[in-house]
């Protein structure tokens, strides 16, 4: 796994396009691309804690049956994955990309994902096979120490970047890191900033323009900073949104930035989120 793409599939509307844009990733920076599938714990097993409820004989025959159901719950929803495992690769393969690593994992999906450390960037779709965006996605990205890349149901190479910037030490880090990364070279950048000191923008604007990066800045004012970015982000015909995953907060260790959060539950174009 170590320094892979990571595309993160379970059968929904997203998962092609989750296929599609690690295979992008995994191209530019040159790295190995794995897909992986998770079944989850089912928060309300079969087995439960019958005691007191029913007689001894009783009780344990339909413990017994209670397990043969799950046992043949998991063997399903495993089948189901490698199912699902298989068909990306066939596509992948259709699309030109011959190694692709699949993997299988049991357990909750954010703890498992969290535990992924050594990759390059993780893929998710925005809409998931059970969960929308808000907590579930949102603790993945809060317990993930890699980039994520969130994208939407369909497709699209990206050619326009919008930088969010907030003028913090943490923004201009990532900026920095955008200096050096395969994955925007030659792609024009936006440097977007709603509500701070233009000085700062322009600061930003320079640290791009130094390591040769078509750039240019625009400051805007509004109540609502996501709005703000989305709306702009639509008349320019932006295709990619990139964005610390934190806002300013003394708690920013343990929760997700609330500006990081209105993008993910309003815009429809692809996230990509830094840590």
């Known amino acids: 796994m170590k320094n892979t793409v990571t595309g993160c599939v379970d059968g929904s509307p997203s998962t092609r396009s989750v296929c599609e844009y690690a295979e992008w990733a995994a191209d530019i920076f040159g790295a190995p691309l794995a897909l992986l599938h998770v079944i989850e714990k089912d928060n309300n097993p079969a087995v439960s804690d019958l005691s007191g409820t029913l007689g001894i004989d009783s009780q344990q025959l339909l413990t017994e049956e209670l397990v043969e159901v799950e046992g043949k719950r998991n063997r399903l929803l495993m089948a189901q994955g490698k199912v699902i495992l298989e068909g990306c690769a066939r596509l992948l393969q259709q699309q030109g990309s011959q190694d692709v690593m699949l993997l299988q994992k049991h357990g909750a999906p954010d703890e498992i994902l969290a535990e992924l450390s050594d990759i390059r960037l993780m893929v998710l779709g925005r809409k998931g096979s059970e969960h929308q965006v808000g907590s579930h996605l949102e603790n993945v990205i809060r317990l993930q120490k890699k980039p ?58 320079q640290i791009l323009r130094n390591a040769g990066i078509e750039t240019s800045c625009v400051h805007l004012t509004g109540q609502s900073v996501g709005d703000a970015l989305i709306h702009y982000g639509i008349e320019n015909a932006i295709d990619l949104i990139v964005m610390g995953a934190y806002g300013h907060s003394r708690l920013k260790q343990f929760i997700l930035g609330s500006h990081t959060s209105e993008i993910l539950r309003k815009t429809q174009q692809p996230l990509l989120i830094l840590r």
């Open 148 to 205: 994520l890349l969130v994208v939407p149901e369909k497709f699209s190479t990206p050619s326009r970047v919008m930088f969010a910037y907030d003028g913090s030490e943490e923004s201009r880090k990532n900026l920095e890191r955008l200096t050096v990364s395969p994955l925007l070279k030659g792609l024009p950048c936006h440097i977007v900033m709603v509500n701070g000191k233009e000085g700062e923008l322009r600061n930003a604007q």
